[in-house]
């Protein structure tokens, strides 16, 4: 039950060839991601996205706790994916997988190591107290590129998430309610964003966000994490057939055109949102911390 | 009183589906059913001739723990008894049910986890409703709190729930039998009779089973009455399925 | 049917919607079943049949059956007689094992299970090669193993037509309620020109791409759809896709038939196969 279902040679055949077309099954271009929606639940931080038929759902929390001992000045922030039966069927419950770990890598380097979030401002007290964040990815239908679809939706998340507001007087840790003091906003300090290529037919093909099937058909992955200014915090070549050296550089370019337009797309989505909620008003921030 | 949302075969992937949205407690659930299908390690169960139930509990921005466990061993043993586990295609075979907290908040460790069971319940019915497992009948199931005045109180929140001296959850067949009852805190038996009896009004007050399948069922159910619920959901499922032929 | 009657798991089939044919026993389709009920009134019949999923109750009075039609994105479970397109996992001895379903247990098709087999003239089939088979047998009991073939036993032909192994072409998923349906749509009469359960979306592309070529077409019950176009030459790979994004978009969406008209002049102008 651990692994999905193995494409037959009749399709694995077609889609090798069809790409030699410069086709697609969804007839989309190689350089064109499936249809993005995002949207967000009630509380801040809880984004759902869809892209294609791949659907998932991140939330965000934030709790005080004690800063690590080496370092001090640093808030924590965790990214945590779990894939379960929900998304798949062929991934089993409470029981860790291959596409797991490699996905957990590709977002906490893209996202994580890169310091999109800066822990430094989630410190509250030296030594004593700081915010951890994290991150919690639900998948709740995989149709192939988990990473980059994951890597938007944590990124919007942080964006859209506020946590409360929180000060020291007289050496004691005071958090303000959401009805005391407007919640805050985390510090990001650049927006990277991963952008998953697959190779096919001795990398003459390129394609950008695979499906399923795509995937299951590829011959070597490469996944280039990139902001909007075009700096590269990640590169890998992780697994399968070598991809030529001028390809990452094409490559990178295509990626970064990728990030700006996902970018775009994510800051209006989030703009619509937090103007939708000023319009709703005070009364509904105030029934929301009275949920809490 | 707003009743509680939900829909079917939302998930594409999954073999049935439903979401689910409680507005009393704020928890907004997620569930999936995949069956039947092969479960590698437990093939020869204790029971070979029928099919092995499985429950996952997913919290939505915590690591699962022993609460969820406990809720999954509840959830389990209830849906044990309504799945026909021998008919055709299921013995020896796995149904497993998987249950995401999408939405509200998270229950803390240690915190009681009744609150949250119905709507747990109510998910999981539906999303095996969604890929047809075969059921012997459908349930519905409510939290009732009862004060320190010993009044019992419906549609309890998660503070609600808190201040509460004792929480009931009841869950009712179709057939009126209980199902489930999980009790928690203080109270004497005369109060568990009360809270039972205004529990299965509440799950009751409802379209009758049987006596009412030859009526198209239209405005009677309101959303508070649970299983009358369970009923318009899945038929706005149908007719949206089946709408080539419905229509024609 | 102008007001379907929808029941729930544990709701009583009422007895005046079961057709009424008394020459011969009434046959139980899926999620219909049959409760003996020991009754204190020796009047009323003793037995009740009651639903065990939900779903809209069908009846059919020439074969007298009586079935429940669930959701469509349910899971597929062999039925004897369903026709299946299945993937061949590896071989044995005796058999080819075959996948039906992904994460089920596999099915058994002989090695000698195709249209004038003999020990030296039987198929080589590998792993990932497609079968288009019939379920005939399921077996009794738990652990049962589903047993599939490629042949008519009593005939020798590969019948109905087109069984046996499939080469070329690609495979699209979709849910095992809209296979079928267009089962049921494509096996009758084909030249209807009206809608069968509410589609058209088959002859309108048999008609748009005829002069290209047409294609082949096999449904497999267990939610998978066979195209291939070779016929279609240059064009193959686009028509294929062009099919195959059809059928899906009409699963998806639930198309009504005006809709699937559409879809149709869309995708094909899309993929630029028509002007």
Same mark, same amino acid.
């Given at each position: 039950?651990?692994?999905?279902?193995?494409?037959?040679?009749?399709?694995?055949?077609?889609?090798?060839?069809?790409?030699?077309?410069?086709?697609?099954?969804?007839?989309?271009?190689?350089?064109?991601?499936?249809?993005?929606?995002?949207?967000?639940?009630?509380?801040?931080?809880?984004?759902?996205?869809?892209?294609?038929? =791949?659907?998932?759902?991140?939330?965000?929390?934030?709790?005080?706790?004690?800063?690590?001992?080496?370092?001090?000045?640093?808030?924590?922030?965790?990214?945590?994916?779990?894939?379960?039966?929900?998304?798949?069927?062929?991934?089993?419950?409470?029981?860790?997988?291959?596409?797991?770990?490699?996905?957990?890598?590709?977002?906490?380097?893209?996202?994580?190591?890169?310091?999109? #979030?800066?822990?430094?401002?989630?410190?509250?007290?030296?030594?004593?107290? !700081?915010?951890?964040?994290?991150?919690?990815?639900?998948?709740?239908?995989?149709?192939?590129?988990?990473?980059?679809?994951?890597?938007?939706?944590?990124?919007?998340?942080?964006?859209?998430?506020?946590?409360?507001?929180?000060?020291?007087?007289?050496?004691?840790?005071?958090?303000?309610?959401?009805?005391?003091?407007?919640?805050?906003?985390?510090?990001?300090?650049?927006?990277?964003?991963?952008?998953?290529?697959?190779?096919?037919?001795?990398?003459?093909? $390129?394609?950008?966000?695979?499906?399923?099937?795509?995937?299951?058909?590829?011959?070597?992955?490469?996944?280039?994490?990139?902001?909007?200014?075009?700096?590269?915090?990640?590169?890998?070549?992780?697994?399968?057939?070598?991809?030529?050296?001028?390809?990452?550089? +094409?490559?990178?370019?295509?990626?970064?055109?990728?990030?700006?337009?996902?970018?775009?797309?994510?800051?209006?989505?989030?703009?619509?949102?937090?103007?939708?909620?000023?319009?709703?008003?005070?009364?509904?921030?105030?029934?929301?911390?009275?949920?809490? | 009183?707003?009743?509680?949302?939900?829909?079917?075969?939302?998930?594409?992937?999954?073999?049935?589906?439903?979401?689910?949205?409680?507005?009393?407690?704020?928890?907004?659930?997620?569930?999936?059913?995949?069956?039947?299908?092969?479960?590698?390690?437990?093939?020869?169960?204790?029971?070979?001739?029928?099919?092995?139930?499985?429950?996952?509990?997913?919290?939505?921005?915590?690591?699962?723990?022993?609460?969820?466990?406990?809720?999954?061993?509840?959830?389990?043993?209830?849906?044990?008894?309504?799945?026909?586990?021998?008919?055709?295609?299921?013995?020896?075979?796995?149904?497993?049910?998987?249950?995401?907290?999408?939405?509200?908040?998270?229950?803390?460790?240690?915190?009681?986890?009744? =609150?949250?069971?119905?709507?747990?319940?109510?998910?999981?019915?539906?999303?095996? #409703?969604?890929?047809?497992?075969?059921?012997?009948?459908?349930?519905?199931?409510? #939290?009732?709190?009862?004060?320190?005045? /010993?009044?019992?109180?419906?549609?309890?929140?998660?503070?609600?729930?808190?201040?509460?001296?004792?929480?009931?959850?009841?869950?009712?067949?179709?057939?009126?039998?209980?199902?489930?009852?999980?009790?928690?805190?203080?109270?004497?038996?005369?109060?568990?009779?009360?809270?039972?009896?205004?529990?299965?009004?509440?799950?009751?007050?409802?379209?009758?089973?049987?006596?009412?399948?030859?009526?198209?069922?239209?405005?009677?159910?309101?959303?508070?009455?649970?299983?009358?619920?369970?009923?318009?959901?899945?038929?706005?499922?149908?007719?949206?399925?089946?709408?080539?032929?419905?229509?024609? | 049917?102008?007001?379907?009657?929808?029941?729930?798991?544990?709701?009583?089939?009422?007895?005046?919607? #079961?057709?009424?044919?008394?020459?011969?026993?009434?046959?139980?389709?899926?999620?219909?079943?049959?409760?003996?009920?020991?009754?204190?009134?020796?009047?009323?019949?003793?037995?009740?049949?009651?639903?065990?999923?939900?779903?809209?109750?069908?009846?059919?009075?020439?074969?007298? =059956? +009586?079935?429940?039609?669930?959701?469509?994105?349910?899971?597929?479970?062999?039925?004897?007689?369903?026709?299946?397109?299945?993937?061949?996992?590896?071989?044995?001895?005796?058999?080819?094992?075959?996948?039906?379903?992904?994460?089920?247990?596999?099915?058994?098709?002989?090695?000698?299970?195709?249209?004038?087999?003999?020990?030296?003239?039987?198929?080589?089939?590998?792993?990932?090669?497609?079968?288009?088979?019939?379920?005939?047998?399921?077996?009794?009991?738990?652990?049962?193993?589903?047993? $599939? =073939?490629?042949?008519?036993?009593?005939? /020798?032909?590969?019948?109905?037509?087109?069984?046996?192994?499939?080469?070329?072409?690609?495979?699209?998923?979709?849910?095992?309620?809209?296979?079928?349906?267009?089962?049921?749509?494509?096996?009758?009469?084909?030249?209807?020109?009206?809608?069968?359960?509410?589609?058209?979306?088959?002859?309108?592309?048999?008609?748009?791409?005829?002069?290209?070529? /047409?294609?082949? $077409?096999?449904?497999?019950?267990?939610?998978?759809?066979?195209?291939? !176009?070779?016929?279609?030459?240059?064009?193959?790979?686009?028509?294929?896709?062009?099919?195959?994004?059809?059928?899906?978009?009409?699963?998806?969406?639930?198309?009504?038939?005006?809709?699937?008209?559409?879809?149709?002049?869309? +995708?094909?102008?899309?993929?630029?196969?028509?002007?």
């Amino acid at each position: 039950m651990s692994k999905e279902a193995p494409l037959s040679v009749s399709e694995r055949q077609f889609i090798l060839e069809a790409l030699r077309q410069d086709a697609r099954l969804d007839g989309r271009g190689p350089d064109q991601f499936r249809p993005l929606s995002i949207t967000f639940g009630e509380e801040y931080g809880h984004v759902k996205l869809q892209l294609g038929k =791949t659907s998932l759902v991140v939330r965000i929390s934030a709790e005080v706790t004690q800063p690590r001992d080496d370092r001090p000045f640093d808030g924590l922030f965790q990214i945590n994916l779990e894939l379960s039966a929900m998304g798949s069927p062929a991934w089993e419950n409470g029981r860790s997988n291959d596409l797991e770990a490699y996905a957990t890598h590709v977002l906490d380097s893209v996202v994580r190591r890169s310091n999109a #979030l800066d822990t430094e401002s989630l410190c509250i007290l030296k030594g004593v107290s !700081c915010w951890s964040i994290r991150a919690d990815v639900h998948v709740l239908d995989f149709d192939g590129n988990l990473t980059d679809a994951a890597c938007i939706a944590i990124m919007t998340g942080l964006q859209h998430f506020r946590r409360p507001d929180a000060v020291v007087k007289d050496g004691q840790v005071i958090v303000y309610g959401v009805e005391e003091r407007v919640p805050v906003a985390l510090n990001i300090t650049h927006k990277p964003l991963s952008v998953t290529f697959n190779s096919y037919n001795d990398g003459k093909n $390129i394609i950008v966000d695979a499906t399923l099937k795509e995937e299951q058909a590829s011959e070597g992955e490469l996944v280039i994490g990139i902001n909007n200014g075009g700096d590269v915090c990640f590169v890998s070549k992780f697994s399968g057939a070598p991809v030529d050296a001028m390809e990452v550089v +094409v490559k990178s370019n295509v990626a970064l055109e990728k990030v700006k337009d996902i970018n775009t797309k994510m800051e209006k989505a989030m703009q619509a949102d937090l103007a939708k909620r000023a319009k709703k008003g005070m009364a509904d921030l105030s029934r929301a911390e009275n949920d809490r | 009183m707003v009743g509680p949302t939900a829909s079917l075969s939302t998930l594409n992937r999954a073999d049935g589906s439903a979401s689910y949205k409680c507005p009393a407690t704020g928890y907004d659930v997620l569930g999936a059913v995949n069956g039947p299908i092969e479960l590698p390690a437990r093939r020869d169960a204790l029971k070979p001739e029928d099919a092995t139930v499985e429950v996952f509990v997913k919290p939505g921005n915590t690591t699962a723990g022993v609460g969820e466990r406990y809720v999954e061993g509840i959830l389990r043993s209830v849906l044990g008894k309504v799945i026909l586990g021998r008919e055709r295609g299921f013995p020896r075979r796995g149904v497993v049910i998987t249950l995401a907290i999408v939405g509200g908040d998270a229950v803390e460790r240690g915190d009681s986890y009744l =609150t949250i069971l119905p709507a747990l319940l109510h998910t999981s019915l539906l999303a095996l #409703l969604s890929a047809a497992v075969p059921l012997s009948m459908t349930f519905s199931a409510t #939290l009732l709190g009862v004060t320190k005045s /010993g009044e019992i109180m419906p549609d309890l929140s998660a503070a609600d729930a808190k201040t509460a001296v004792s929480r009931h959850v009841l869950a009712f067949s179709s057939k009126n039998h209980l199902l489930l009852n999980e009790s928690e805190g203080r109270f004497d038996f005369n109060t568990w009779e009360q809270v039972r009896e205004r529990a299965l009004s509440i799950c009751q007050e409802l379209t009758m089973p049987g006596s009412d399948g030859d009526v198209a069922m239209g405005d009677e159910s309101d959303g508070s009455k649970v299983d009358g619920f369970v009923r318009e959901t899945v038929e706005d499922r149908l007719r949206r399925d089946y709408t080539w032929k419905i229509d024609s | 049917m102008s007001t379907p009657l929808i029941l729930l798991p544990g709701d009583e089939v009422p007895s005046n919607h #079961l057709p009424s044919t008394k020459s011969n026993p009434l046959k139980l389709g899926s999620g219909v079943r049959l409760l003996s009920q020991p009754s204190t009134n020796s009047a009323a019949s003793s037995h009740v049949l009651t639903a065990s999923q939900a779903g809209i109750l069908t009846t059919d009075a020439k074969r007298n =059956t +009586v079935s429940l039609q669930s959701f469509s994105n349910r899971r597929y479970i062999p039925t004897t007689n369903d026709l299946i397109i299945a993937q061949i996992h590896h071989s044995s001895i005796d058999y080819f094992h075959c996948i039906v379903t992904p994460h089920t247990a596999q099915a058994l098709l002989g090695q000698l299970s195709f249209e004038g087999a003999t020990k030296k003239t039987r198929p080589m089939l590998n792993r990932g090669d497609l079968v288009y088979a019939r379920v005939s047998s399921v077996g009794l009991g738990a652990g049962a193993e589903v047993e $599939i =073939t490629c042949v008519n036993p009593a005939t /020798g032909k590969a019948e109905p037509g087109g069984l046996g192994p499939l080469t070329g072409g690609m495979v699209f998923d979709i849910s095992t309620g809209f296979a079928a349906r267009l089962i049921r749509a494509s096996s009758s009469s084909a030249d209807h020109g009206d809608a069968i359960d509410g589609l058209v979306v088959l002859s309108e592309l048999g008609k748009k791409l005829e002069s290209s070529g /047409g294609f082949e $077409i096999a449904v497999g019950r267990n939610g998978k759809v066979w195209v291939d !176009c070779s016929a279609a030459g240059d064009t193959a790979i686009k028509s294929t896709i062009a099919i195959g994004r059809c059928l899906q978009s009409t699963d998806d969406n639930n198309l009504n038939t005006t809709d699937q008209k559409k879809l149709v002049t869309k +995708v094909l102008r899309e993929m630029k196969l028509s002007s």
